[in-house]
């Protein structure tokens, strides 16, 4: 609390309160605040995690917000962060799309899994009616917390 000293007179009226509010703590606050969900925002993107390979590809323009299937490691598939049984991506993808074919879709596969099984992925995805599909990889010299650039593999 602040007292104003500069009045003569009683000791009355000499420690009145000031009516004015000090925002600088509150200010000082909201920075950190600020700071923090900023550090942690990109780290939400994907709760699945997955080692993905690097890649020098320029990225594609991100228009929309596109589902996303991931593979672990093990082979346990993911759709957003949900598991997921292989037969049932597709009845999945077609009931958050909404039965749209054109949402894109970003298949995100550990590193270490055979191509082929991330190209059975995407051959069930597309196999589906979904015609914008695409992987994820790293970008090189990217930090980790860094979000995931989509590559196209070519037209499909």
Same mark, same amino acid.
């Given at each position: 609390m602040?007292?104003?000293?500069?009045?003569?007179g009683s000791a009355r009226s000499r420690y009145r309160p000031l009516?004015?509010?000090n925002v600088t703590p509150?200010?000082? /606050?909201?920075l950190v605040l600020?700071?923090?969900?900023m550090v942690t925002a990109p780290?939400?993107?994907?709760? %699945? =995690? /997955?080692d993905l390979p690097k890649t020098n590809a320029q990225p594609i323009n991100n228009d929309s917000q596109p589902l996303t %299937? =991931? /593979?672990?490691?093990?082979?346990?598939?993911?759709l957003q962060d949900e598991p997921v049984p292989l037969p049932d991506v597709v009845d999945k993808l077609k009931a958050i799309a909404r039965n749209n074919p054109d949402r894109r879709i970003f298949v995100r596969g550990d590193k270490m899994l055979p191509y082929g099984r991330i190209m059975?992925?995407?051959?069930?995805?597309?196999q589906g009616g979904f015609t914008h599909v695409a992987l994820l990889a790293e970008?090189?010299?990217?930090?980790?917390?860094?979000?995931?650039?989509?590559v196209r593999p070519g037209r499909g």
């Open positions: 602040a007292f104003s000293l500069n009045q003569k009516a004015e509010i509150m200010v000082d /606050v909201m600020l700071i923090i969900f780290l939400m993107t994907s709760g %699945v =995690s /997955v %299937v =991931s /593979v672990r490691a093990n082979g346990d598939v993911y059975e992925l995407m051959g069930i995805i597309t970008q090189i010299g990217a930090t980790p917390a860094a979000a995931p650039r989509p």
